[in-house]
């Protein structure tokens, strides 16, 4: 029944859009992992330090505009532009995945002597997805034709969010002993039902499968082609008397009419109009698309219905005739802003478009927008001011698993919120549409205001002594959550619109990607020196009963042995262990008695407060000044 409504609804472009979500659920698998899953883990074997250390895995999905001009321009033109590189990532991640499913146990088990390799292993895997996703973007919007392309956004957050849920909330629900004993079996077992090597090895061996699917059934070029018949059509029976228009600029100006919003720079080039490149300039004019041949300033009128004796010497593909286009220097001039030229136009000249450029010069463009000064002032503010949400991000979730709430909880707020921010979205757009930096300045201080929430719902978090949190407390931490990321999702959309905004339109995709960029990995960065941090100003003391625990100086050979004749009765039983990077789990799993005497969340929290009210007051001063910038 489902099939048949979507069969109807979207007809022979279904496949299309199936094809993008899984390609999309292929990158989210990997990420839930690294971005949610593994730091859970490696909470029980490592210090907030060397879960710091892991974070650094996640550094490439906020850094592949790096690369993305590269994927852009080298492909084997035989296989696709896009196959070329989307079909080995996903072999070689597929690999990566089977391989590691037979030591990945030992490896989180041992991760404070192995955490350098977890952090390679999984940096390898996003470094992988993010360069799949340069592909996939640019994919997503010449797989589908022109009436269907707004639906690639939509893909790419069904498929990534399916993709993530299933890695995190999913995985870490399924993979508790403590859920699938109470919901799922009749006979008590220690084990969940799923594991991660059995996990890592079944999504490995799909990968494998649908690459090679792709690879010899999937034709890249099809419905391409398909969407530059309809267009070319179009405009044959519009400028059926125009005899001067020949078919590639047709089809030039049919993949000219898709806007790439992805990093890379175009999506397909017309070796045609690169040959033609010294006898044609071409134009735009609101949208419509003008090929001006040197020297020759006389051409028919574009309008079939309507001859004006008064406009023979003009080349005018709009519908409506202007009587006063005599003048070639008017026309360039009104079609790029008055007058203003745009960065490409500035630095190549005005023949060049986007999709003409090589790496090399989208590099160098990349170095210009940086160095203008608004951009630099706004990347500053940005690596600034992001830090102070580290507490939330990093620590918190771990701080309550630390307290007694299950992982199982912690993940499935990631089930609740995900709908609820998605309508909050399609709200927020209309609020931030005039104001962007001063919404955005204003959210930041409300998430300043969550901080302190966070910490105190941390704080006074209830003794559970094993058992489960109640329904109104797991409410009011889900309500906490939920507001807390409504601000962030506030910010989001308002630096989304500024970016837009502001973006030069002759790179406009490139211009917003490195943006996002800038904007992703200021709150990616800050991430590993929070958690050592918080690490370095804990100090906790384990009581081990000697007795009880034979083998303990060999797993914990770097912690000091104090003598506790003055705390103990038994001297000769017990000693103090204190040692400032030792967790809970290790204690426990020694049969010893865990305390933390100063806890440097808390510290950290606190100072992040004092230091993003302060950051506050700055946003005023040289942030939303630049939202009055006639850009």
């Known amino acids: 029944m489902l099939f048949k409504l979507l069969k109807k609804h979207f007809g022979d472009e279904l496949n299309n859009i199936v094809w993008l979500v899984l390609l999309y659920l292929i ?12 730091p859970f883990l490696l909470h029980k074997h490592a210090t907030y330090t060397q879960i710091g250390i892991f974070t650094i895995s996640t550094y490439p999905y906020s850094l592949k505009l790096l690369w993305s001009p590269i994927v852009d321009s080298y492909f084997v033109q035989s296989f696709g532009r896009r196959k070329s590189w989307i079909v080995p990532i996903q072999i070689l991640a597929g690999i990566v995945f089977i391989s590691i499913s037979f030591f990945i146990e030992d490896l989180i088990e041992h991760a404070e002597t192995k955490i350098i390799y977890i952090t390679i292993v999984f940096f390898l895997l996003i470094f992988l997805m993010a360069t799949q996703d340069i592909a996939a973007d640019a994919w997503a919007l010449t797989i589908l034709s022109k009436p269907y392309l707004h639906y690639a956004s939509t893909c790419q957050t069904i498929g990534l969010n399916t993709g993530y849920f299933l890695s995190y909330t999913i995985f870490l629900t399924l993979s508790s002993p403590t859920f699938a004993n109470k ?3 009749s006979t008590q077992s220690d084990d969940g039902i799923i594991t991660l090597p059995g996990y890592l090895k079944f999504w490995g061996i799909l990968f494998i499968l649908l690459s090679i699917y792709l690879a010899l059934f999937k034709d890249e070029e099809s419905s391409t082609v398909t969407r530059h018949l309809i267009l070319g059509n179009r405009n044959k029976d519009d400028n059926s008397n125009n005899k001067n228009i020949n078919d590639h600029f047709i089809e030039t100006k049919s993949m000219k009419s898709q806007s790439p919003s992805s990093s890379s720079p175009s999506l397909l080039s017309s070796p045609v109009k690169k040959q033609n490149k010294k006898n044609k300039q071409h134009i735009s004019i609101d949208k419509k698309d003008i090929t001006k041949e040197n020297g020759n300033n006389n051409s028919n009128d574009n309008n079939n219905n309507n001859n004006n004796n008064n406009n023979n010497n003009n080349n005018n593909y709009n519908n409506n005739n202007d009587e006063n286009n005599n003048n070639n220097e008017k026309i360039d001039n009104e079609s790029y802003d008055n007058g203003k030229k745009s960065i490409v136009q500035e630095t190549y000249g005005m023949d060049i478009d986007e999709s003409d450029l090589t790496p090399k010069q989208v590099y160098y463009l990349l170095w210009k927008i940086i160095t203008l000064p608004h951009i630099k002032t706004l990347s500053i503010l940005f690596i600034i001011s992001k830090i102070v949400f580290q507490p939330n991000e990093s620590a918190l979730n771990l701080k309550l698993f630390e307290k007694g709430l299950k992982k199982e ?15 909050f979205s399609i709200i927020s757009s209309k609020w931030v549409k005039n104001k962007p930096l ?11 205001f969550f901080i302190l929430i966070n910490m105190c719902s941390v704080l006074y978090f209830p003794n559970l002594e094993g058992g489960e949190v109640s329904w109104s407390h797991f409410f009011f931490l889900l309500m906490i959550s939920l507001l807390s990321n409504f601000s962030h999702n506030l910010m989001s959309v308002s630096q989304g619109s500024f970016f837009l905004k502001i973006s030069d339109k002759s790179i406009g995709g490139t211009y917003v990607t490195l943006l996002n960029t800038i904007a992703n990995f200021a709150g990616t960065y800050p991430k590993l020196f929070i958690l050592m941090l918080i690490d370095k100003l804990t100090t906790s003391e384990c009581i081990v009963n000697v007795s009880n625990s034979h083998n ?20 000769q039983q017990q ?9 809970k789990e290790l204690c426990i799993k020694q049969k010893g008695e865990y305390k933390i005497n100063r806890d440097g969340y808390y510290l950290v929290a606190t100072g992040a407060i004092i230091y993003g009210v302060f950051i506050y007051f700055v946003l005023k001063r040289y942030l939303i000044p630049i939202e009055r910038l006639k850009l």
Request: glycine content about 6%.
């Open 438 to 448: 001063t919404i955005w300045s204003n959210a930041y201080l409300v998430g300043v």
């Open 183 to 185: 919901f799922l079996r």
């Open 409 to 423: 909880n912690i993940a499935s707020f990631s089930l609740i919120q995900f709908p609820s921010i998605i309508i």
């Open 552 to 571: 303990y100086s060999s797993s914990t050979s770097s912690s000091s042995f104090i003598s506790s004749s003055n705390n103990l009765t038994n001297q």
């Open 27 to 38: 990158q989210g698998i990997p990420i839930g992992l690294s971005f949610g899953t593994i």
């Open 575 to 583: 000693q103090i262990i204190i040692h400032d990077n030792i967790t």
